[in-house]
């Protein structure tokens, strides 16, 4: 049976161009919205940061910035105030402005360059991750070393903090590495992969479901070592998929986001995780998160990476590189798109939450022995019929009964959401006739 993914019908339309900003003189690898969603930051390999103001399209020269070396990584804080900019190779270059003030701090510590940066929800923590293959956690307001070095295997080209600062994800390699850090305790939580190749994959990663699981493109492929092989010649053949992850065991949850055919560079979620947008192979396609559906393909040339979303999801942002011309391009995400994904999440939480509803209920209510054994048979039913096809999104009880999914399997876990709606429709009926059961 085909995943969700490859089985909903999808759109192939073309991106409304709004502004196309220019002046960078090499490729871009990072860019940032200001919570506004009126200003813009980019970063460059020509050594500068570059601030925009997206309303009139040009570039506010005052604020540009020049660095020692060529720019990986800049962040906005959500409330504005901060701006970090990570930067060489194997010079490390990490940079921290107070955007009010003008004060910019350096931050000292990584050997190598800086090369991926994320700023804590609650605007008071920054991750950063090296080519040194180390991550570490920074207090912005006194540039202090809090947390680390987390040492990971691979060159480190992805961080992100959990919604809640507790947990930091870290992807290392060519998506080959993923692992999960406890701020406090530093150390790791869990890992999953091995070494692969000497490069790194930038696409971020990004927690979802509560702080319960993760997104990232990811290969669990061994890469070829480069030392025995040419990898350039067929690196795009790998980390094509991107998974959901439990954030606790680091095992698959639910269908891949399956599609691209080649390696996906590009990769945002929309702040309320309904619409997903990732890049590869000259595509920009549009996901709904809850459902796994493919909702919209565009043919894109030359596009580059990053991929971001507007804080309001309206706009999409991609970067092209042709030579010497390097752009930004902001389109408008198309509306009816948004609205399709956002549906399709209200509805996917709706059931969960009457579901959930119900089932709180009948356990904090019913003591009984029909009521035990209601509940043993509603496990069975989850445990037997496990799910291979996620249009509709595993509900929260008992997902560590599921069994292994598997495309293969003919049942799906509509099947298992039917049988247990059923029992919960009839527990009353159970337990106001005193059946016994032998």
């Not at 940032?32 to 970063?43: A, E, H, L, T, V």
């Not at 604020?63 to 105030?81: I, P, T």
């Not at 008992?398 to 293969?408: A, K």
Request: proline share 4%; hydrophobic share 40%.
């Amino acid at each position: 049976m085909a995943s969700a993914s490859t089985k909903a019908a999808t759109t192939k339309s073309t991106l409304k161009l709004v502004t196309t900003l220019k002046g960078h003189g090499d490729g871009i690898p990072s860019i940032s919205y200001f919570p506004d969603g009126q200003r813009m930051i980019s970063g460059s390999f020509d050594q500068t940061t570059r601030q925009w103001d997206l309303k009139a399209g040009k570039e506010i020269e005052e604020a540009r910035d020049v660095c020692e070396n060529g720019v990986h990584a800049v962040a906005v804080s959500r409330d504005g105030r901060w701006v970090v900019t990570g930067s060489g190779d194997w010079d490390a270059e990490l940079k921290v402005c107070e955007v009010e003030t003008g004060i910019v701090k350096t931050f000292e510590g990584h050997s190598e360059g800086v090369v991926c940066i994320d700023i804590s929800a609650d605007n008071t923590l920054l991750a950063s991750g090296s080519y040194d293959r180390t991550a570490r956690i920074w207090n912005l307001e006194t540039g202090k070393l809090v947390a680390g070095p987390f040492e990971s295997i691979g060159w480190v080209g992805s961080v992100r903090f959990s919604p809640d600062s507790k947990k930091l994800a870290v992807k290392s390699d060519w998506g080959t590495c993923l692992e999960v850090w406890d701020v406090q305790s530093q150390k790791s939580d869990m890992s999953i992969g091995k070494p692969g190749g000497r490069g790194t994959m930038r696409s971020p990663i990004f927690w979802t479901n509560k702080n319960k699981t993760i997104i990232a493109a990811f290969e669990f492929r061994p890469i070829p070592d480069p030392d025995h092989e040419d990898l350039d010649d067929h690196v795009d053949d790998y980390t094509k998929t991107i998974y959901e992850f439990d954030a606790a065991t680091l095992e698959t949850v639910g269908a891949p986001f399956e599609g691209h055919t080649k390696l996906v560079g590009g990769l945002a979620l929309s702040f309320d995780g309904a619409l997903l947008a990732s890049a590869s192979d000259n595509t920009i396609k549009l996901w709904a998160f809850e459902s796994r559906q493919l909702l919209a393909f565009f043919d894109v040339q030359n596009v580059d990476f990053p991929l971001v979303l507007s804080p309001d999801s309206r706009q999409l942002v991609y970067t092209t590189s042709i030579e010497d011309d390097h752009k930004i391009c902001i389109c408008d995400t198309p509306p009816e798109i948004l609205a399709q994904a956002r549906t399709i999440a209200r509805k996917n939480s709706a059931r969960r939450d009457l579901l959930n509803v119900r089932i709180s209920f009948f356990y904090s209510s019913h003591n009984s022995p029909i009521a035990i054994y209601y509940r043993s048979l509603m496990q069975l039913a989850v445990l037997l019929l496990g799910t291979a096809d996620h249009r509709y999104p595993p509900y929260l009880w008992h997902r560590d009964l599921r069994l292994q999914e598997t495309r293969s399997n003919p049942l799906s876990f509509a099947s298992a959401n039917s049988f247990a709606f059923l029992f919960v429709r009839t527990q009353s009926l159970f337990v106001i006739s005193n059946l016994v059961i032998p």
